[in-house]
C-alpha cells in the first residue's frame, strides 16, 4: 500500500521581528489511509506548526509534503483541519456554524443534513442546535467545531487537540468514541495531543511521532 500523504524531511523555521524560531527539524512521515495516527509532544514543540504544513496553510522552509493524486482530484475537501481554538462565530446558532462549510460549498443536500443530524444526536448537541456558542461549555463547544469538520466529509482528518477542555474522564471515554467512528467510517486522521494517556487511549491506532 503506497501512503496517501508522504512527509519528507520536512523543517519549519517561523520569521518574526523578534527573530527565528527553529520549530521542526526533519520531519518524516508516511500516512496510510485508514490509519490513526497520534502526533505526541509537550507545548511548544511544533504539533500545531506540522498540522498546519499538512493543510496547506504554512510552506515547509525545507522539504517537502506529496500527496497522492488521486486524493486531490477526487475530492476538493480531502482534507478537514480541526485547529486548535474553535473558532465559533458567536452571530451564528450552534446549528448554523456547523452547516458552515457545506453552506459555503454549496452542498446542502438532504443526505448531508441528515449526517450533521446524526452527529449533533451521537454528541448530545442536538437538543443545543438553537443555541448561541457562548451558552455551550468548552467541550460542547468542541464537538461542535468537531462535527463541523467531520460535516464536509473530508478523506483526511487533522484534529488539534480536539478535546483539551474536556475534563480528564471525559477526554478518555471522547476520545475512545471517536476513534471509533473515525475507524468505522474508514477515515484517516491526525490527532495531536500533549497528553500521552489520551494519546494511548484511542481504539487501534498507533503513536506515529513524538516531537520533541
Ligand atoms: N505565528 C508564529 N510566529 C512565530 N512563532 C510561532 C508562531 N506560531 C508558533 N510559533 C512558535 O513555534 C513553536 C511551536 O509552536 P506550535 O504552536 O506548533 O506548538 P504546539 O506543539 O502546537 O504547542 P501547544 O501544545 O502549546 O499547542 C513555539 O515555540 C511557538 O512559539
Ligand atoms: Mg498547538
Not at 483541519?81 to 459555503?104: A, C, P, S
Not at 475512545?176 to 500533549?194: C, Q, R, S
Amino acid at each position: 500500500m503506497s501512503p496517501i500523504v508522504k512527509i519528507l524531511n520536512i523543517s519549519y523555521t517561523y520569521h518574526t521581528r523578534e527573530g527565528e524560531t527553529k520549530t521542526l527539524e526533519d520531519i518524516n512521515l508516511d500516512i496510510n489511509k485508514g490509519e490513526f495516527i497520534s502526533i505526541v509532544g509537550p507545548s511548544g514543540c511544533g504539533k500545531s506548526t506540522l498540522l498546519s504544513l499538512i493543510s496547506g496553510l504554512l510552506k515547509p522552509s525545507i522539504g517537502n509534503i506529496i500527496f497522492d493524486k488521486l486524493l486531490i482530484n477526487n475530492n476538493s475537501h480531502y482534507i478537514g483541519y480541526m485547529l486548535q481554538k474553535d473558532h465559533l462565530f458567536e452571530w451564528r446558532t450552534v446549528y448554523k456554524n456547523i452547516l458552515l462549510g457545506l453552506e459555503i460549498s454549496n452542498k446542502l443536500s438532504q443526505e448531508n443534513l441528515q449526517y450533521i443530524d446524526n452527529l449533533m444526536k451521537q454528541y448530545g448537541l442536538y437538543s443545543f442546535k438553537n443555541y448561541k456558542p457562548s451558552q455551550l461549555s468548552g467541550g460542547m463547544r468542541q464537538k461542535a467545531a468537531l462535527i463541523r469538520t467531520l460535516a464536509l466529509n473530508p478523506e483526511i482528518l487533522l484534529l488539534d487537540e480536539p478535546f483539551s477542555a474536556l475534563d480528564y474522564q471525559t477526554r478518555l471515554s471522547a476520545g475512545d468514541e471517536i476513534g471509533t467512528i473515525l475507524k468505522k467510517e474508514n477515515k484517516t486522521a491526525l490527532l495531536v495531543t500533549h497528553d500521552i494517556a489520551e494519546a494511548i487511549c484511542y481504539k487501534k491506532q498507533h503513536i506515529a511521532l513524538y516531537l520533541k
